[in-house]
Protein backbone atom coordinates (compact mmCIF):
# COMPACT_ATOMS: atom_id res chain seq x y z
CA UNK A 1 0.00 0.00 0.00
CA UNK A 2 1.48 3.51 -0.79
CA UNK A 3 -0.23 6.74 0.69
CA UNK A 4 0.66 9.59 -1.46
CA UNK A 5 0.10 12.98 0.06
CA UNK A 6 1.69 16.59 0.40
CA UNK A 7 0.73 16.60 4.18
CA UNK A 8 3.70 16.72 6.49
CA UNK A 9 3.39 13.86 8.32
CA UNK A 10 5.90 13.02 11.19
CA UNK A 11 7.56 9.58 11.82
CA UNK A 12 5.05 9.38 14.51
CA UNK A 13 2.45 10.25 12.08
CA UNK A 14 3.30 7.63 9.53
CA UNK A 15 3.45 4.86 12.09
CA UNK A 16 0.05 5.50 13.68
CA UNK A 17 -1.64 5.49 10.20
CA UNK A 18 0.65 2.91 8.62
CA UNK A 19 -0.42 0.51 11.82
CA UNK A 20 -3.48 1.58 11.06
CA UNK A 21 -3.97 0.75 7.41
CA UNK A 22 -2.14 -2.34 8.31
CA UNK A 23 -5.26 -3.78 10.52
CA UNK A 24 -7.70 -2.24 8.66
CA UNK A 25 -6.19 -4.51 5.40
CA UNK A 26 -5.82 -7.59 7.89
CA UNK A 27 -9.76 -6.96 9.10
CA UNK A 28 -11.03 -6.25 5.86
CA UNK A 29 -9.26 -8.40 3.01
CA UNK A 30 -10.23 -11.21 6.28
CA UNK A 31 -6.02 -11.80 6.38
CA UNK A 32 -2.74 -10.93 8.21
CA UNK A 33 -1.68 -7.62 8.93
CA UNK A 34 1.68 -9.28 8.85
CA UNK A 35 1.90 -9.29 5.16
CA UNK A 36 1.10 -5.63 4.74
CA UNK A 37 3.84 -3.21 3.18
CA UNK A 38 3.11 0.29 4.10
CA UNK A 39 4.82 3.01 2.03
CA UNK A 40 4.85 7.18 2.19
CA UNK A 41 5.30 9.19 -0.59
CA UNK A 42 5.78 13.38 0.02
CA UNK A 43 5.07 15.94 -2.44
CA UNK A 44 5.45 19.22 -2.48
CA UNK A 45 2.66 21.59 -1.74
CA UNK A 46 0.72 21.71 -5.14
CA UNK A 47 2.39 18.76 -6.79
CA UNK A 48 -0.37 16.79 -5.80
CA UNK A 49 -3.83 17.72 -6.90
CA UNK A 50 -7.74 17.69 -8.15
CA UNK A 51 -8.90 20.84 -10.28
CA UNK A 52 -12.38 20.29 -9.23
CA UNK A 53 -12.92 23.10 -7.71
CA UNK A 54 -14.96 26.73 -8.47
CA UNK A 55 -12.93 28.33 -11.03
CA UNK A 56 -11.18 25.08 -11.67
CA UNK A 57 -8.15 25.78 -8.69
CA UNK A 58 -6.12 22.75 -7.30
CA UNK A 59 -6.85 20.59 -4.61
CA UNK A 60 -4.58 19.05 -2.75
CA UNK A 61 -5.29 15.16 -2.92
CA UNK A 62 -4.22 12.39 -0.61
CA UNK A 63 -3.61 9.56 -3.19
CA UNK A 64 -3.52 5.75 -1.68
CA UNK A 65 -3.00 3.15 -4.09
CA UNK A 66 -3.49 -0.78 -2.94
CA UNK A 67 -2.77 -3.56 -4.14
CA UNK A 68 -4.60 -7.48 -3.15
CA UNK A 69 -4.81 -10.64 -4.25
CA UNK A 70 -8.39 -11.48 -6.17
CA UNK A 71 -11.17 -13.26 -4.85
CA UNK A 72 -12.96 -10.93 -2.53
CA UNK A 73 -16.33 -9.31 -2.69
CA UNK A 74 -17.17 -6.33 -4.09
CA UNK A 75 -18.54 -5.08 -0.74
CA UNK A 76 -14.84 -6.07 1.08
CA UNK A 77 -13.42 -4.14 -0.90
CA UNK A 78 -15.53 -1.04 -0.53
CA UNK A 79 -15.06 -1.55 3.18
CA UNK A 80 -11.28 -1.36 2.81
CA UNK A 81 -11.63 1.87 0.36
CA UNK A 82 -13.87 2.88 3.54
CA UNK A 83 -11.13 2.00 6.03
CA UNK A 84 -8.29 3.80 4.66
CA UNK A 85 -10.06 7.21 3.69
CA UNK A 86 -11.36 7.08 7.18
CA UNK A 87 -7.60 6.61 8.12
CA UNK A 88 -5.88 8.83 6.29
CA UNK A 89 -8.44 11.38 7.35
CA UNK A 90 -8.08 11.00 10.90
CA UNK A 91 -4.17 10.71 10.93
CA UNK A 92 -3.38 13.20 8.14
CA UNK A 93 -6.17 15.98 8.90
CA UNK A 94 -7.55 16.20 5.31
CA UNK A 95 -11.44 16.05 4.78
CA UNK A 96 -12.19 12.11 3.45
CA UNK A 97 -13.25 13.85 -0.04
CA UNK A 98 -9.51 14.67 -0.68
CA UNK A 99 -8.63 11.22 -0.37
CA UNK A 100 -8.93 8.71 -3.35
CA UNK A 101 -8.18 4.90 -2.94
CA UNK A 102 -7.07 2.92 -5.67
CA UNK A 103 -7.61 -0.97 -5.35
CA UNK A 104 -6.24 -3.42 -8.13
CA UNK A 105 -6.40 -6.66 -7.77
CA UNK A 106 -3.57 -9.27 -8.89
CA UNK A 107 -3.93 -13.25 -9.03
CA UNK A 108 -2.01 -15.10 -6.39
CA UNK A 109 0.75 -15.82 -9.33
CA UNK A 110 1.34 -12.03 -10.29
CA UNK A 111 2.39 -11.54 -6.41
CA UNK A 112 6.01 -13.18 -4.69
CA UNK A 113 6.43 -12.49 -1.48
CA UNK A 114 7.71 -14.56 1.26
CA UNK A 115 10.20 -16.10 -1.20
CA UNK A 116 7.58 -17.69 -3.32
CA UNK A 117 4.38 -17.13 -5.02
CA UNK A 118 1.25 -15.98 -2.77
CA UNK A 119 -1.18 -18.17 -2.13
CA UNK A 120 -4.86 -18.43 -2.94
CA UNK A 121 -6.81 -16.21 -0.69
CA UNK A 122 -9.39 -17.97 1.26
CA UNK A 123 -11.40 -16.45 3.88
CA UNK A 124 -9.78 -18.97 6.66
CA UNK A 125 -6.81 -17.24 6.17
CA UNK A 126 -7.33 -14.69 9.32
CA UNK A 127 -7.18 -17.47 11.50
CA UNK A 128 -4.60 -19.50 10.05
CA UNK A 129 -2.32 -17.36 9.36
Excluded: K
Amino acid sequence: MQVHTSRDASPSVRRSLGFALANAYGEHMQTSLRIVNVGFVHYAEGELVRYDAANDEPQAMTIVTCEVRAGRSPEMLEALGRAITEACSRELGVPAARVAVYLSEHQPAQIFRDGGLAPVWSPSERTTS
